[in-house]
Structures are given as structure tokens and as C-alpha cells.
């Protein structure tokens, strides 16, 4: 007896042609889809809507739209999408966070730095223990600017730079970047954050260190050189020492301390955690507010430039600040009221990051090359 196909039948046959689409774990968007498929895009969108509500696909970023709206959200089978390798060096160690589209899964750490002669072995073993599926690829948070191609062809000065050099010959196959941190936390936030859907964004990095990554159409800007998005070093006050990068008075040489953190433990004269330092900014502590309302003015300063040049939709201040997201936000949107031409904010929006470990996130979204 030959069987009926019924509404649900053809169904599941769509589906089935929708995820054939998605073999050797390519990217599409639902245009794409629609285009490959010969379906419609309204039955295209229903279908995708429906395979990643059972997990077969998972959001892989967004692509540029050609022309004017929003950029298109591509996707890939979930059963093709091995995990990213995060890879960051401090003071204390490497760590090494596994990461999927969905976010960080795990993050392991070793604490030995790539000066040490087991390092290469640790980070190895970091890399392969935690899962059965190899990475796809190992991206390394560089805190300097990396050029889109030749920064091998310079002088080796970074522990991130000897990292690269030690693990791509360790893991043969399996692609290493390196990607500037800054940009890594903006890709994060654009692709799955609070900037998702926009078109045009900055992201302003702040409590581990000053830095701004640019996503235009869900891809990462970094310039010519690698080095947009260094609002560190646009000049903010004249007459004033000089800085490492060759200026004078630039935001880097007004700022004694990188991390936030220890500003404020300068401030008390005592060494502050994380947590201590939050609630210091909670409490409502004079010094601890008025050091993130002056940090602000600053950045506010650097940042007019790129906010009246590029219009974006969104600024995205650093999720990691805490309850010192209030101050600084808003002696940031002062600052830039006082520094950018009138009605230059009217279509800005200053956003919370809503990302916990926006890199992660950022790392598996990044694509060498795009």
C-alpha cells in the first residue's frame, strides 16, 4: 500500500533539502538559502526558524547586506562547527577557553608563559584533552594592533607573537591568528550581543585596558594596518608628555594604569579584587566614581572624531565595568555632547554590553580574511 504524504512529510523533505545546503560547514543566509533551494524566502525563513530551534543549525554571524538595512544573519549545521581555541596570555599564565557560537564552554589554564620550555607541550595538551573534536582554529588575544597579513615580517617583541610562532608549528594543520583583543570583544558583541542586528558599531573596551574594535555590517574594520580602533593614542590634551607610540598627550600617556582595577587600588593604597573594587563603585566611593567620570571625559575626547566621522548606530561600552558602567556612561555621553557637532548623538545609542566573555564570543565569529 503506497503511503500518503501529508503536510508533515513534505515538511521534513524541505528541512532535509534546507540542511543539504550546509555541507563541508559553509555559512549561508537565508537569501542564499532561498537562491541554492528554489524555495521562497518566507518558506526559507520558517525552515531555518524551525532547524535552529532543534539545534541541526546554529548562527554563525552576520554577513554584510549589500545596500541599505540590516546585515543578514548567516548560519551553519551545528554537527560541522568545531569548537575555537581562545587563547590569552597575563601575568600569571595562559589560559584557554574553548568556544562555539553558542558562547565559551570551557577554559582551562596552565601557569606558564610561552618563555617557558614546556609551554608549547601544556598548551598542547590544553588544547586536546577537553574534547574528541580538534579545534578549527586557535586565535590569540594580541593587546597591540596586528596587521591584517605581515606582522610576522617585524620585529618578534610580544609573548602573543612567540605563541603564534610556537603552536603553528606544534599544531601543523590548525589554523593560529592573531587577532587584537579590543576587535575581538567588538566582533563578540556585534555578532551576538547587544550590537546585534546593527549595521554600524563601535565597541569601547575599558576595564582591562582602553581600546575600540569597528564592525561595519557584522565585519571587523582594523584598517590598512591593524591599527583601527587605537583611541588610545589620539591626542586628548596638548602640551603633555610624550607617549611610547611617538605622540604627546595622547589618551595612553593621561592614563598611569592599563586595568582599571589597579587604578582604584592605587586610589585606596591597598591591593582591591574584582569584586572589591566593584562594590567600591557601588557604594558610591567619591574617588572610585570621580576616576571613571575623568576617565570618560577623556575617552570622550578620543572618541568625538570617529563618532562625527562614522555616524555609527550603536557605541557598546566594555560589559566587564560593572556598576561602573553608570558613571563612566554618562560622563561619557556628556563628553561627547561637548565635543561633537549638535545633533551628531540625536541617532547614537550608548548600549551595556550584555557578553560575559565577548572575546570568546568574538573568536569563534572572527574569519581570517573578512
Known sequence: MTGVRGPRTSTILLEAVVADCFQHGIALNRAEIAERTG??????TSLVRTLVA???LSVARSAHLAGPGRPAVAYRLSTAVAPVALLRLDDKGTSVTLASDSGPMSTLRTQVLPGDASWSRQVFDLLTLPQSTPVRRVVIAAPFPVAPRNWGN???RWPEQVAHTLLTKVLGDVEVVLVNDAHLAALGEAVHGAGEGTQAGIHLSVRHGIGAGLVFGGNLYTGAD?????IAHVQ?????????????????????YKEADLALSALCGRPLDADEADALVAAGDEGAV?????????VARAL???VTVLAPE??????ALGPAYVPFSAALARGLAEHCPPGQLDSLRLLRGRLSDAQAFGAAAFEPGT
Open 304 to 306: 568625538a572624531g570617529p
Open 290 to 298: 570621580g576616576y571613571y567620570q575623568d576617565l570618560a571625559e577623556l
Open 54 to 56: 532543534r539545534g541541526t
Open 236 to 256: 586628548v590634551v596638548p602640551d603633555a608628555p610624550g607617549c611610547g607610540c611617538g605622540n604627546t598627550g595622547c589618551l595612553a600617556s593621561q592614563v598611569r
Open 154 to 156: 617585524g620585529e618578534t
Open 39 to 44: 524555495l521562497s524566502r518566507t518558506v526559507v
Open 314 to 319: 550603536v557605541l557598546i561600552i566594555d560589559a
Open 226 to 230: 591593524g591599527t583601527a580602533g587605537e
